[in-house]
């Protein structure tokens, strides 16, 4: 198994690709078992961050600009309103606030801001054009990159927000195709991956993955992989469930920490030049966080994270900096 790691590495270094079926192969390291494989994964897929991605590392923020009350079943979602839970309800933010809060990051040292909200979508009327008004202020009033995070949009929606000023859009898969029902029964995954196609038509970046944790098997989450290769994302932010009481998954015990270290290794190996990103619940992983960074990470969403807690930017910077990263 170790030759076959490092075939794949020199293969992927010399720009080939992993096929599915390698990847299938690199799931059967045991986490117990295979420890030093498993380490050697992680170094490899450090090195093919380092020859495609180099040693920039890259922080967004995002701001929970419209909360609760969302039409969606997702299973996972604190601000369904199919479920009862402790998350805030109110309406879309004013720009004075999203102003605030954007220059607020962008003194700390972040490199985008998201304006996130809660439904289903947008229409191209209506609540996108106060947003439209939100995002022109933000790109008035400060330098940060902007991004958007709004649910279901349509072509012409997602050609409003990018003359407003917005430069990617963020709407995760969250689980492989054939999982998908299992999560959510009020849009299909389909619907998500039109939402991608309209957005990178109006010519958006996209950052897109989705959520380890859900009760998925690990062939769906190298599964989920490939479907963001063939999409051609910008961005795959990473995030690990954190089970929220009231949610039909408050009772879900999160991945192991080094099945998701491995995942995120096979992840770098499938997508070489793509930010991979950490995302929510990636302090459960504790101490072993810092191995991700050496093993395919290259970016991180940081602050806090709609209904639940992340690491400070300060700190985040620190980090990436003391692993050799050059945050900018």
């Known amino acids: 198994m170790k030759n076959f790691v490092l075939e794949l ?4 270094l010399n720009n080939g690709y992993i096929t599915k079926d390698e990847a299938f192969k690199l799931l059967d390291l045991d986490i117990e078992k295979d420890k030093e494989i498993i380490t050697l994964l992680l170094e490899s897929a450090n090195e093919i961050r380092k020859l495609f991605c180099g040693e920039n590392f890259d922080l967004c923020t995002i701001m929970n600009a419209k909360s609760g009350k969302c039409s969606e079943n997702c299973r996972y979602c604190a601000q369904s309103a199919h479920f009862k839970t402790a998350a805030p309800v109110y309406p879309l933010v004013s720009a004075e606030e999203a102003i605030h809060l954007a220059k607020h990051v962008e003194e700390e040292g972040a490199h985008k801001f998201s304006l996130v909200t809660s439904g289903r979508g947008l229409s191209d009327s209506g609540e996108i054009d106060k947003l439209v008004e939100i ?9 940060i990159k902007l991004c958007a995070s709004h649910g279901l949009l349509t072509e012409g929606a997602a050609i409003k927000l990018k003359k407003a000023g ?24 389909q619907d998500r991956v039109d939402t991608i196609k309209a957005a990178k038509k109006a010519g958006l ?4 993955g989705g959520i380890f944790g859900l009760g998925e098997t690990p062939i769906d ?11 051609e994302v910008d961005s795959v932010p990473l995030n690990f469930l954190t089970p929220i009481p009231g949610t039909p998954m408050e009772t879900y015990t999160p ?4 099945e998701i270290l491995k995942t995120i290794a096979i992840y770098r190996f499938i997508l070489p030049n793509i930010d991979i990103r950490y995302a929510g619940g990636r302090l459960q ?44």
């Open 9 to 12: 590495k020199n293969k992927i």
């Open 135 to 143: 995002y022109k202020s933000l790109k008035e009033n400060t330098n």
């Open 166 to 189: 917005v430069l990617t859009y963020h709407h995760n898969l969250e689980t492989s195709r054939d999982f998908y029902n299992d999560i959510c029964t009020t849009h299909s995954f």
């Open 205 to 208: 970046k996209i950052c897109s």
């Open 221 to 231: 989450r190298i599964n989920m992989a490939f479907e963001l290769k063939e999409l």
């Open 255 to 258: 991945v192991n920490p080094m």
């Open 285 to 328: 992983l504790g101490e072993l966080q810092v191995d991700g960074f050496k093993g395919g990470i290259n970016s991180a969403l940081t602050g806090n994270f709609l209904t639940t807690t992340g690491s400070t930017i300060a700190s985040d910077i620190a980090l990436a900096k003391e692993l050799g990263f050059n945050v900018k």
